[in-house]
């Protein structure tokens, strides 16, 4: 009943805004009462909405209401104080779901401020005071409030564990060190937390010493990336504005050559002109002639026949007729050729260039490498997909499934001559270029011969083993063929002993200079593996023999 009171009364004389007893108390309009300093200080947050309110009831008020004070309940409010009553504890001073409550506590149980492990009680500030007061209590050990006191009784004999033993490592009591732990290593608790303290000590230097080198490692990757980012950002201005003085000349090369073909077509256009000119001239001459001849021939009278035909003055030979010739037009083949010449030369520069840039790259350190992929699916990540170069194809080849599938056929196809075009063998070539990392596969069939191939484009496309692959220092070359592989590298032969597969996979890491060859079945097994330095761009390829098959495979990288 008297626990009741208390708790009335607390509720009585409790500000509803601090949940400690008044002070100063005023009342509102609404009857409600707070202390002066918690309302006003309510009022003056709510002037910004421009409205007022009644923290208890919610009753608001358009201007500010008048607060009165309340002599009486001051009064009563510090009578009470004379008696001891406190104010209840605020919502925020009770144990949640997730707080350690004071066990010693009852009804609605307050926040544990320390755990003793001595008494394996967690105590809130009230329960805790004769720890701090009564000397028994104060050589107990107090820690943070912990829910884990039961854990330091032991099992079997309901004993506070305040030994460890280091043979099993595990904590014990003191009657587990005289009977099952009589003769192992044990120590206090307390000893063995000093020496796991210091190793735990030396630990973390550890940690915290790669945690300052690792912070480092990073500023400078932040710095080199910064570099970088500017470094590429110069060399594209450059590049650009190289490129830009570049076009500008070309197009003032070709502003000039236009007007030498020009020029020359009128000097020509002229001289043939002038010369026709005169031809008709003649012809107008000789059909006068013509004309006075016949008159002459018409003539009926004899003697003035003779009288005219003898006064007729020799005909002149031509002096055009003869010398005309019909000039083939190399002026403007040469011309046509001194381009293509040109254009020739800027190409072996621009090819040379992105040789050297592909060097350059290759030569930069990778600071943190990826592994090489394992399985399938690590391989299918960086999956490529082939399309083949129809004007790169052998005539005797027919592509087909969107350019991907090459079929060997009897028959020439009519295909269009093309520089690109592979005349000495059966092969084609990919579109599409290959840097970084790529994976592709390829599925052989019939009993000809296969060459899965990778090249530099600027190998050969005729003549003798220049144009075919495996057979030169620009191409790698495995060939799939009755029942095993071989592969071929500038004519060197290298047996691979493998049961043949329908499916080849191939693996191309151009920075690392790394190619490598797989039989694509329910595994995937190395057939052979290149390790090299490529200095250009790669192409895929394939030579196909007579009634045999080869088909780029679509393959999808979420496998």
Known sequence: MAQQENQLARERFCCPICLDLLKDPVTTGCGHSYCRSCINTHWDNGEERGSYSCPKCRQTFTLRPVLKISTMLADLVEELKKIGLKAAPADHCYAGPEDV??????????????????????????????HFQLAPYKKHKLVEPSEKLQENICSHHDEVMKMFCRTDQQCICFLCSVEEHKDHDTVSAAAERTERQRELGLRRQTIQQRVQDTEKNVKLLQQE??????????????????????????????????????????????????LQERLEQEITELKRKDHELKQISDTEDHN?????????????????SSSIRIRPLRNFEDMTAAVAQVRGRLQDILSETETKSLQIVSRVDVLLPQPEP???????????????????????????EGNRKVT???????????????????????????????????????????????????????????????????????????????????????LVSCPLSS??????????????????????????????????????????????????????SSH
């Open 304 to 320: 003035q026949f003779l009288h005219n035909y003898l006064s007729l003055s020799p005909l002149s030979e031509s002096t055009h």
């Open 225 to 274: 990336e910064e570099a970088i980012n500017g470094s590429a950002d110069k060399a594209v201005e450059d590049s650009e504005e190289i490129f830009t003085e570049l076009i500008r000349l070309q197009e003032k090369r070709s502003s000039d050559v236009k007007q030498q073909i020009r020029s020359l077509q009128e000097t020509e256009v002229s001289r043939v002109r002038e």
């Open 408 to 494: 060997f056929m009897c028959e020439k196809q009519s295909y269009s001559d093309h520089p690109d075009r592979f005349t000495g063998t059966t092969q084609v070539l990919s579109r599409e270029s290959l840097t970084g990392r790529c994976y592709w596969e390829v599925e052989v069939g019939g009993g000809g011969g296969v060459y899965v191939a990778v090249t530099y484009k600027n190998i050969s496309r005729a003549g003798g083993s220049e144009c075919i692959f495996g057979f030169n220092y620009k191409s790698w070359s495995l060939s799939c063929f009755g029942n095993g592989y071989i592969f071929y590298y500038n004519s060197i032969r290298t």
């Open 374 to 400: 394992e399985t399938r699916a690590d391989f299918l990540r960086y999956s490529k997909e082939i399309t083949l170069d129809l004007n790169t194809a052998h005539k005797r080849l027919l592509l087909s």
């Open 503 to 556: 499916r080849v996979g191939v693996y191309l890491d151009h920075s690392a200079g790394v190619l490598s060859f797989y039989s694509v079945s329910d595994t995937m097994t190395l057939l052979h593996r290149v390790q090299t330095t490529f200095t250009q761009p790669l192409y895929a390829g394939v030579r196909v023999g007579y009634g045999s098959t080869a088909e780029f495979c679509k393959l999808d």
């Open 101 to 130: 409550a004071c066990d010693v506590c009852t009804g609605r149980k307050l926040k544990a401020l320390k755990s003793c492990l001595d008494c394996l009680v967690s105590y809130c500030d009230k329960h805790l005071q004769p």
